[in-house]
């Protein structure tokens, strides 16, 4: 599974962005699909995840915020970031796992090469 992120860039505070992973390389309608972001001096951390039914779960930093969505027949993964601060600034990863989904990142099997958000 190859999995590629679009969608970041350099935005001010309260303004939105849209990030999408495009999965190829198999099906990903029966993955956990999920958001990571790793800020200029953080671990990496993770946002949201979803999983095959559409059922989600947020971190409580990004909750009312952020949304995340999935579309199986485009084989795509979004996220929807709105009212953006600056500690919301770092590099988002996409990333997938063929079981239920997981806050911890060890647990991801495929991973993208990340896209930057930067939030002034």
């Known amino acids: 599974v190859q999995l590629v992120e679009s969608g970041g860039g350099s935005v001010q505070a309260g303004g939105s962005l849209r990030l999408s992973c495009s999965a190829s390389g198999t099906t990903n309608s029966g993955y956990c699909m999920a958001w990571f972001r790793q800020g200029p001096e953080n671990a990496r951390e993770g946002v949201a995840q979803?999983?095959?039914?559409?059922?989600?779960v947020y971190a409580d930093s990004v909750k009312g915020r952020f949304t995340i969505s999935r579309d199986n027949a485009k084989n795509t993964l979004y996220l929807q970031a709105s009212n953006l601060k600056p500690e919301d600034t770092g590099m988002y990863y996409c990333?997938?796992?063929?079981?239920?989904?997981?806050?911890?990142?060890?647990?991801?099997?495929?991973w993208g090469q990340g896209t930057q958000v930067t939030v002034s």
């Open positions: 990333a997938a796992r063929t079981f239920g989904c997981s806050t911890s990142e060890s647990l991801y099997t495929y």
């Open positions: 979803i999983e095959a039914d559409g059922s989600a």
